[in-house]
Nanobody, 123 residues
Framework: VQLQASGGGLVQTGDSLRLSCAAS????????LGWFRQAPGMERTFVAA????????YYADSVRGRFTISKDDTKNTGYLQMNNVKPEDTAVYYC?????????????????WGQGTEVTVSS
């Protein structure tokens, strides 16, 4: 199983960015998808997750209303649409998958992780 995260880059405050997570070896149609981020010198934290069973999404308070998580099961790819980004969104973003049908905000519940894609937001 491989997850390939991409789409990161250098953007300015208020810009939009879409991260992608291409999965191989595992069907996202039966896997929940999560996005986490790790800022420099900080622990990895939850950003967003979506359940494979009913499409329920859950967001960290810091991104709710600005970020949207989604999956395209036909392309076996997940996305994180980031709007109105802020400097505090600067981090390496990781996608992960879980067999659980629940929406998960705990890293330990995910069994496969992508390599991360870096997002830098300038003020």
């Amino acid at each position: 199983v491989q997850l390939q995260a991409s789409g990161g880059g250098l953007v300015q405050t208020g810009d939009s960015l879409r991260l992608s997570c291409a999965a191989s070896g595992r069907a996202l149609s039966v896997n929940s998808l999560g996005w986490f981020r790790q800022a420099p010198g900080m622990e990895r934290t939850f950003v967003a997750a979506v359940s494979w069973s009913d499409g329920t999404a859950y967001y960290a308070d810091s991104v709710r209303g600005r970020f949207t998580i989604s999956k395209d099961d036909t392309k076996n790819t997940g996305y994180l649409q980031m709007n109105n980004v802020k400097p505090e969104d600067t981090a390496v973003y990781y996608c992960a998958t879980s067999r659980s049908p629940s929406v998960l905000n705990e890293m330990a519940r995910y069994d496969y992780w992508g390599q991360g894609t870096e997002v830098t937001v300038s003020s």
